[in-house]
């Protein structure tokens, strides 16, 4: 199996950016779908972006297009996601996943542990 580790979460203020990483032990990463999804507390999990397994292809939630970036490098068995604008509503734990089936309908079999990202005021 795979083991998936995120990081570069933190504190960060409202209008703020991050870069979120996530990497992967595998070294056939190049074959999963990934994926990234947060949850926020007292909420259930949010899809946010999938891409496809040679970065070609990515697919978004309505709800972050043109605000989140989904971007991988397979050479350094990495997925990113590049957060802008953040407001105080996308403060929550964020995830990274792996899998097959589709961008658009993915099957993800591995996830990691998450990373938190707090936005103030």
């Known amino acids: 199996q795979v083991q998936l580790v995120e990081s570069g979460g933190g504190l960060v203020q409202a209008g703020g950016s991050l870069r979120l990483s996530c990497a992967a032990s595998e070294r056939t990463f190049s074959r999963y779908i990934m994926g990234w999804f947060r949850q926020a507390p007292g909420k259930g999990r949010e899809f946010l972006a999938t891409i496809s397994r040679n970065g070609a292809r990515k697919y978004y939630d309505d709800s972050v297009k043109g605000r989140f970036t989904i971007s991988r490098d397979n050479a350094k068995n990495t997925v990113y996601l590049q957060v802008n604008s953040l407001n105080v509503e996308d403060t929550a734990a964020y995830y990274c996943?792996?899998?097959?089936?589709?961008?658009?309908?993915?099957?993800?079999?591995?996830w990691g542990q998450g990373t938190q990202v707090t936005v103030s005021s």
């Open positions: 996943a792996a899998g097959g089936g589709t961008i658009e309908a993915p099957a993800f079999d591995y």
